[in-house]
């Protein structure tokens, strides 16, 4: 069947992220997780204790190297790592992935920031943090890093239910994450950002995971993370499951559900993930997600056999 989605150039009928990449800069690009040696306040006591019930002791930087060692040092590390991967000619993304990548002082970030940028061959900087962490002189500074290098902020929001964000120590709310996305529009209007969903959070049926996917679709981000719930071990979420408080989904469960959440996306928003990674060592449930390209393909013909796309019933709905 052939594929009625334009933004792509195979067989994917979403806005890959790959599709993105190879298409604004020519080339294949390859990301360098970085840790910041940052925390985040629902760590430090600033607005609560043990962090995020599903993040890992790494601050879901699972594959960062030590945030002890300088920037320069990590990225080296970790590019030895992917060598075989990836060839001369590939352009790098440094990420900082390791919990909030906006969460210190002005001088230790710009001092993090700048180190970053020394990395050879820079497509674009990545940073993923919070949207209750951004403060207005921080935005302007990346905003500034923008006018010369493209810039992609990436906002955990999870779910838009503040239930469930209770329920996660996530502490913030919905209308503080808008808050902090619009804060970033209006001082930072350069610096593209992306949205992180989680399907599968304890106490979320379908019909709620697909209200956060509207109301994000509302917000027109430029580009979104589609995340599996993951059970890792030593968090407060494995003590749940393990006393039975909720169960994992199921691979054609979340197919489903992913399949309907792109329908609804806007067809030109870029699709950075629609699964996870939970580091094999750690992962509790769901066992079948440690086959990521089952799980790829399982959603990709899905869409064929549904004859549906990306956006397919944006703004019908």
Known sequence: MKNPFPNSDTNKRYYSYNYYLRRTYGKKCRRIPLDGGFTCPNRDGSKGVGGCAFCSAKGSGDFTASGTKSILEQYKEVSASISSKWDDNSLNIPYFQSYTGTYAPLSVLSEKYEEALKIPNIAELCIATRADCLEDDTVRYIGSIAEHTPVMLELGLQSVHDRTAELMNRGHTFEEFVDGYNKVRTLAPNVRLCVHLIFGLPGENRDMMLESVRKVAQLKPDAVKLHLLHVIKDTRLAEMYVLGE???????????????????????????????????DELIAPDWSR???????????????????????????
């Open 246 to 280: 909720f169960e994992t989904m199921s691979l054609d469960s979340y197919a489903q559900t992913v399949v309907s959440a792109l329908e609804l996306l806007p067809p030109d928003t870029v699709i950075c993930r629609v699964t996870g990674d939970g580091a094999p």
């Open 291 to 317: 086959k990521k390209f089952v799980v790829m393909n399982t959603i990709d013909k899905l869409m064929v056999k549904l004859d549906t796309w990306q956006g397919k019933r944006y703004n019908i709905e």
